[in-house]
């Protein structure tokens, strides 16, 4: 089995459903209470607060509001990418 790969569709996952609850407004933890409720995992405050960043890093978003500019430009789009 193809653990890299598997890890890999994981982690867009989890990526795509942050960049969806942020979409809709909700704040970090209660992103984290929302994968909890769903049991993904990772799900805690710091796993998420560290997605966010490596996406802000990706995108050379300075804010959180920056971030959701970009990806909302991007998606209007096509162009998401959130890995």
């Known amino acids: 089995m193809n653990y890299k790969f598997i890890d890999a ?3 867009l996952t989890v ?3 942050i960049i969806n609850y ?3 407004g909700l704040a970090q933890p209660e992103i984290a209470e929302k994968l909890r409720e ?3 995992k990772p799900n805690s405050l710091s796993s998420i607060e560290k997605r966010i ?3 802000r890093d990706y ?4 804010t959180l509001v ?3 500019f970009i990806l909302s430009n991007n998606y209007n789009k096509g ?4 890995d």
């Open 15 to 17: 990526n795509y459903l």
């Open 38 to 40: 769903k049991g993904i």
């Open 9 to 11: 569709i994981e982690k």
């Open 53 to 55: 960043k490596q996406m």
């Open 66 to 68: 920056h971030l959701a």
């Open 22 to 24: 942020l979409k809709d």
């Open 79 to 82: 162009k998401i990418n959130p």
């Open 59 to 62: 995108y050379n978003a300075k």
